[in-house]
């Protein structure tokens, strides 16, 4: 099982950016996808999660009304459209997979993470 995000880079306050999540491996869609980030000396933090169907979505209050999560399963992609951003959104996103039904919001409940891809907002 493989996970890829990429899509980070350098923007400008209020520009956007769209993180993507490939994965590979998966014998089935019923797993969560989450995508934390950390920034320099903080701990890691969820921005989005998604259930396996898409049904379910929570975003940090953060990111809320700025973040927009979605997955396609027949492409076995997740995207996080990030738009309106901020110095403080400035960290290494993650995406994440935790196997099952469910929505899970801590990093230990999830089984695979990518490898990280750095977002920077800065003018």
């Known amino acids: 099982v493989q996970l890829q995000a990429s899509g980070g880079g350098l923007v400008r306050p209020g520009g956007s950016l769209r993180l993507s999540c490939a994965a590979s491996?998966?014998?089935?869609?019923?797993?969560?996808i989450g995508w934390f980030r950390q920034a320099p000396g903080k701990e890691r933090e969820f921005a989005a999660l998604?259930?396996?169907?898409?049904?379910?979505?929570t975003y940090a209050d953060s990111v809320k009304g700025r973040f927009t999560f979605s997955r396609d399963n027949a492409k076995k992609t997740a995207y996080l459209q990030m738009d309106s951003l901020k110095p403080e959104d400035t960290a290494v996103y993650y995406c994440?997979?935790?196997?099952?039904?469910?929505?899970?919001?801590?990093?230990?409940?999830?089984?695979?993470w990518g490898q990280g891809t750095l977002v920077t907002v800065s003018s």
């Open positions: 994440a997979a935790g196997l099952g039904e469910g929505i899970y919001y801590y990093p230990s409940l999830y089984d695979y």
């Open positions: 491996g998966f014998e089935s869609d019923y797993y969560a």
């Open positions: 998604m259930d396996w169907s898409g049904d379910r979505t």
